[in-house]
Nanobody, 123 residues
Framework: QVQLVESGGGLVQAGGSLRLSCAAS????????MGWFRQAPGKEREFVAS????????YYADSVKGRCTISRDNAVNTVYLQMNSLKPQDTARYFC????????????????WGQGTQVTVSS
């Protein structure tokens, strides 16, 4: 089992930036593909970004491409999501997830989820 804890969310003005962190415990996540998802009130959860086990491959939703960067530091068992040029439509609860699926990338499903961190972007 792995426990995932997100942090770094908050209230920011449109055009601002936030860096989300996802700290894993219980075991190493170096063998997991990792992803970020988000869910706005009244909407389904949607994919944001994913990163391969080594960090060599990344994949982004079109809605955040060019504005967000996913990264990981396996030495400290943490994944990050740098979000720039934030828009009000980015307001959502952001979740980190881990997938044991090696191939394909991005993985079609994730096995472990965090509780999320709230991001609110004011206009």
């Amino acid at each position: 089992q792995v426990q995932l804890v997100e942090s770094g969310g908050g209230l920011v003005q449109a055009g601002g930036s936030l860096r989300l962190s996802c700290a894993a415990s219980g075991r190493t996540i170096s063998s997991d593909a990792m992803g970020w998802f988000r869910q706005a009130p009244g909407k389904e959860r949607e994919f944001v970004a994913s990163i391969s086990r080594s960090g060599g491959s990344t994949y982004y939703a079109d809605s955040v491409k060019g504005r967000c960067t996913i990264s990981r530091d396996n030495a400290v068992n943490t994944v990050y999501l740098q979000m720039n040029s934030l828009k009000p439509q980015d307001t959502a609860r952001y979740f980190c997830a881990a997938s044991r699926i090696v191939y394909p990338f991005p993985p079609p499903s994730y096995d472990f989820w965090g509780q999320g961190t709230q991001v609110t972007v004011s206009s």
